[in-house]
């Protein structure tokens, strides 16, 4: 494919990368994936990666999208697609929430508000719901083997230019996340730094959020043998070096609100830069129809994924005519 018999080339081996060539292939396009990084060392593996539209922002599109991928990972998991499951999630929120739905709750079927007692005396406000979660370390294998089998090649190279991957393909897809800052000079991507834990899961059955914690960025998000326990949210901090302090700090807040994590093993500390973009993802053809940018997706790369995917596949399909 490489000697110029591709129909796309896919420049970013990410989740969005990823999904994007996969439905690029079901509309029957030969694609390559370029990616200067291996699997688990794409911002991706790191992900806790559980549905949620953060810090996304709430136009009709991101709610669209989200639905989308919300309701294609539930197809998953009831089909039995490693690393994918449906977990049950309590968001807590300090601050009393507006009346009515929230902006993503009509792509969630059990949604409903926490009563006072669930949501205890420090709250004001909460949802119970039931979301996808996707282990990346299992998931990002099978989603590369689904491209890999369906004939998909995969590059590995950094490039200095989007322009180079033209050389492969008449249409190039822009999935570099962080990237597209030096290779599109778009200076409104910019990283958010996330910090996590990783323990042994004691036996938790289901995810808690807390929206607004006073006391930071605060997620517990249990998986098949440990639980990521989060976070921080670190604009435009470069740094990928775990902080001991920031660790013990985050260890505080989750053992706080779920008791059972005290006598988790700590596995080890993680953090990793989401790939922000200021004004929200770009999804957009270049006038001449050569490139197709699906980047700036934050900490939301998964819960946008899919979804994603099929607006860029159309894109890609249109201007091709």
Partial sequence: MVDGVADVVVVGGGIIGLTTAVRLQERGRRVVVVT??????????????????VATGTD???????????????????????????????MLA?????????WWGAAV????PLTAAERGPDCAGGWSFTAPAVEMPLYLPWLLGRFTGNGGEIVHRRLDTLGRAGD???????????????????QAVHPVRGQLVLVRNPGLPSSTRIQDDPAGYTYIHPRSTDVVLGGTFEEDDWNT?????????????????????????VIRYAAGLRPARH???RLEADPDGRTVHNYGHGGAGVTLSWGCADTAAELVVTAAG
Avoid: K
Wanted: with cysteine; glycine share 8%.
């Fill in 94 to 102: 300090h601050e009393r929430q507006p009346e009515g739905l929230p």
């Fill in 168 to 186: 492969w393909a008449p249409v190039v897809v822009n999935a570099t996340g962080l990237g597209a800052r030096r290779l599109c000079d778009d």
């Fill in 60 to 90: 009709s599109r991101v709610a669209d999208w989200s639905a989308t991928a919300f309701a294609e990972f539930a197809r998953q998991a009831q089909d039995g697609v490693p690393g994918v499951s449906m977990r049950g999630t309590r």
């Fill in 279 to 281: 004004g929200g993802p």
């Fill in 36 to 53: 200067a990084d291996g699997l688990l060392s794409t911002t991706s593996a790191t992900a806790a990666a559980v549905w949620f539209p």
């Fill in 241 to 265: 070096t775990p902080d001991p302090a920031t660790a013990e700090a985050i260890l505080a807040r989750c053992t706080a609100h779920v008791p059972a994590l005290r006598e988790a093993r």
């Fill in 109 to 112: 079927p059990d949604l409903r």
